[in-house]
């Protein structure tokens, strides 16, 4: 079936279509109207789809776009799992400078290492950098990306962490990145987004490709 022309449309269904949108926009009118707390978010993206660091480095890009307000104008990162391959996001947001701090402090993934003591203790130092990015009243989002893979293999204290995300300063956004997000951070955070799977290249033997995994 195609899809109708503007030529095709009669002057009833105009109205028709007019009134309909009309209800909708006094509907979404009042529903945004109501809502009145503004606070620091904590977002999680987890699930087994592609696109969760992506989705958390996008919203990156729109804090840097409003630098004039208030402390919303600085972002800083730290990957808690990814080491060696390097990601072309990582030059993109350096060039905003200063207005960017990026530390990615883990070795790589748990099967490329193969040695639990130096993937805690990556875990630890990347943790305690990313307490010292929240305590900075300069910066306004922190992405803490692939926590959740460390939280999943017990390298940080799962208690401990969400105690710190939930008592984040006032105004502070944070998101956090990774498959299997814990229930108990899910609890503590103001949106979950579940990146659902449904198809990958990688299952029909396409290679990482430049620009879109790195």
Do not use: C
Request: proline share 3%.
């Amino acid at each position: 079936m195609s899809a109708i022309t503007p030529e095709e449309i009669t002057p009833e269904e105009a109205e028709r279509h007019r009134a309909k949108m009309a209800k909708r926009k006094a509907v979404q009118d009042a529903e945004v109207a109501e809502k009145s707390v503004e606070k620091g978010l904590l977002i999680v993206h987890t699930g087994p789809g592609k696109g969760k660091s992506t989705a958390a480095f996008g919203l990156a890009l729109r804090t840097l776009g409003r630098p004039d307000e208030g402390i919303g104008g600085r972002v800083g990162v730290v990957q808690f799992i990814k080491g060696a391959w390097h990601s072309a996001e990582r030059d993109a947001l350096e060039t905003f400078g200063e207005r960017v701090e990026w530390h990615t402090m883990g070795e790589g993934f748990t099967w490329e290492t193969q040695d639990l003591s130096r993937d805690i203790a990556a875990a630890q130092r990347a943790w305690a950098k990313a307490l010292e990015l929240m305590a900075d009243e300069r910066i306004g989002l922190v992405i803490l990306d692939e926590l959740n893979i460390a939280l999943r293999y017990d390298y940080l204290p799962l208690d401990h962490v969400v105690a710190a995300l939930s008592g984040r300063r006032a105004g502070l956004h944070v998101v956090v990145t990774g498959r299997n997000a814990k229930p108990a951070l899910i609890e503590a955070a103001d949106l979950v987004t579940e990146m659902g799977l449904v198809k990958h290249h990688f299952a029909a033997g396409v290679k990482a490709q430049k620009g879109v995994e790195f």
